[in-house]
């Protein structure tokens, strides 16, 4: 089983809607939570970072953490054409290492 | 300036080969990593370093072979390149590679393909 899992999508929305991107872990004792966000034929970039449980807003991303039933979230908001991307959930391991999730390819319409 | 940077940025190479991928950060960060994305995205971490010793090792063959001349380089070598080494290869590096708000800055990426 991996550490985390997403599913791949892809998703494809028209410009200004609302985006929900979803990821579950299996290992109850991860406590911090990352959204990447990756351009196509670019390195991925930290979007959002959230510690054990609850809500994280910026702009228009909220990130969202659920322990009890070991699930992330990444809400966009009034979505963009550049917000186009694959998105990456993440979670950290004892040593520093992330574990990624397969990661969501997301198209926003014009 | 280029926080972490690549070369090559393409590899083209025969199986068999052994090629190598250089990474540099000039963020001052101690901690440098590998990760290697497969053609469905998956993002696998293989090694890291902190301030030139090896920190993780996860299982990766022992033809993957990571150098550290410093803190601010980490460069793959990879003997007998094999087909399913084909990938990209991104390079990350962060501050002190501890602690809660320890990020993490990925480079550009190699996009290997072995023929």
């Known amino acids: 089983q991996k550490e985390v899992e997403q599913d791949p999508g892809p998703l494809s929305v028209p410009e200004g809607a609302i985006v929900s991107l979803n990821c579950t872990y299996s290992n109850s004792a991860f406590q911090y939570f990352m959204w990447y966000r990756q351009y196509s034929r670019k390195g991925p970039e930290l979007l959002m970072y959230t510690y054990s449980s609850g809500n994280k807003e910026d702009g228009r991303f909220t990130a969202q953490v659920d322990k009890s039933s070991k699930y992330i979230s990444l809400f966009i908001r009034d979505s963009q054409p550049s917000d186009s991307a694959t998105y990456l959930c993440?979670?950290?391991?004892?040593?520093?290492?992330?574990?990624f999730g397969t990661g969501t390819r997301l198209t926003v319409i014009p | 300036d280029t926080a972490v940077s690549q070369t090559p940025k393409y590899l083209v190479t025969q199986m068999g080969n052994d090629k190598s991928i250089k990474c540099e950060q000039n963020l001052g960060h101690d901690t440098m990593y590998w990760y290697k994305q497969d053609s469905k995205k998956f993002l696998k971490i293989m090694f890291s370093?902190?301030?030139?010793?090896?920190?993780i090792n996860e299982t990766v063959p022992n033809r993957f072979s990571p150098k550290s001349p410093d803190k601010a380089h980490l460069n793959l070598h990879i003997n007998s390149l094999e087909l399913g080494d084909s990938a990209v290869y991104f390079c990350?590096?962060?501050?002190?590679?501890?602690?809660?708000?320890?990020?993490?800055?990925f480079g550009p990426g190699t996009r290997l393909t072995v023929l």
């Open positions: 993440a979670t950290r391991g004892g040593a520093n290492n992330l574990f």
């Open positions: 990350a590096s962060s501050l002190t590679g501890t602690g809660s708000t320890d990020t993490q800055y």
């Open positions: 370093y902190n301030n030139k010793e090896l920190i």
